[in-house]
């Protein structure tokens, strides 16, 4: 059998394990639509994201607390619906896990509807009990911990999460809980990286960072940041292209093709028969014959 003929198969949460157990370091990211999934599919990304972030990068809202089950579930099918091979996770959006039964209900139409592989929800030791009740359901859940965006309003701003004493055992923790309650991995956001490494030494689980340092299992971060669609750049993202000038010069030029009459040319222009347009226009040699013809009968100015 070719290459080309076989089957892709959909990865699971035992092939992330067993990326993790040969000591592969997993490159995730984040996609909100359907064209951005397919090509990242493509890259060969083994775990995309459909995160809550989408509030504020796709949609616009001020912070991920304002986004719905409904959007996210339209984003994450349009993401499912774009990818072969790549196992996609889905973000449980804010006040959806509140407790296992709510968590039930909401995770299982990530997966009913949906089609994903796996749900994730913030919260360490205070999620223990929802992410097993969810596992014992047969859903998959990639735990997060450190800064978790959906309690922002309680946190106050964006900042490193575990820099003192206190915080650091807590995120300990917060990670071993995910763990033994049967998380297959954890997102670290916004950890020292002394930290981040002694948590990921400490698991059996893959811990997936962001802005946690090179010490974890693996990477994950938000496309637009790494495409570059704004002029800033968080400190944890590398810009890998600047997508905004190309996109904006790219318009700037169909703007200005437009307003020349350079665009459409001849490339971008179909035609038609020009006999068959004169017979619809009353242009054929048929239509002219009739013309030529003297009137009978009433002259056709003539009042009736």
């Known amino acids: 059998m070719s290459a080309q003929s076989e089957t892709v198969r959909r990865l699971s949460v035992l092939d992330i394990a067993k990326l993790h157990a040969d000591g592969v370091r997993i490159a995730t990211i984040t996609a909100y639509d359907f064209p951005t999934a397919a090509i990242v599919d493509e890259a060969g990304l083994p775990l995309i994201l459909v995160g809550d972030s989408l509030a504020q990068v796709m949609l616009g809202y001020d912070t991920t607390v304002r986004v719905t089950m409904d959007e996210m579930l339209h984003h994450t099918k349009a993401v499912v619906r774009g990818t ?6 889905a973000d449980m959006p804010f006040l959806t896990y509140s407790n296992p039964e709510e968590a039930l209900h909401n995770a299982g139409r990530f997966m009913r509807e949906a089609g994903v592989q796996a749900v994730k929800l913030e919260g360490g030791v205070r999620s223990a009990r929802t992410i097993e009740a969810l596992v014992k359901a047969g859903i998959p859940v990639m735990g997060h911990i450190g800064l978790t965006p959906q309690a922002i309003n309680t946190l106050g701003k964006v900042r490193v999460q575990g820099k003192s004493r206190e915080q650091a055992r807590q995120l300990l923790a917060d ?27 400490r698991l059996r689980i893959p811990t997936i960072g962001i802005g946690a340092g090179a010490g974890c299992s693996g990477q994950i971060q938000v496309i637009n940041d790494t495409l570059g669609y704004t002029d800033w750049t968080p400190r944890h993202a590398r810009k890998y292209a600047d997508m905004h000038a190309t996109i904006l010069a790219a318009v700037a030029q169909y703007r200005a093709d437009v307003e020349a009459g350079t665009f459409p040319a001849e ?32 002259p056709l100015d003539r009042d009736l």
Do not use: W
Request: aromatic fraction near 2%.
């Open 84 to 89: 072969k091979r790549a196992l996609i996770v």
């Open 175 to 201: 990670a071993l809980a995910v763990q033994e309650a049967g998380a297959f991995a954890v997102v670290l956001e916004l950890v020292p990286e002394q930290l981040a490494a002694a948590i990921t030494e």
């Open 267 to 298: 490339a971008e222009t179909v035609r038609m028969d020009d006999s068959v347009l004169d017979e619809v226009l009353g242009r054929s040699a048929a239509d002219m014959a009739d013309i030529e013809m003297p009137l009978a009968g009433i």
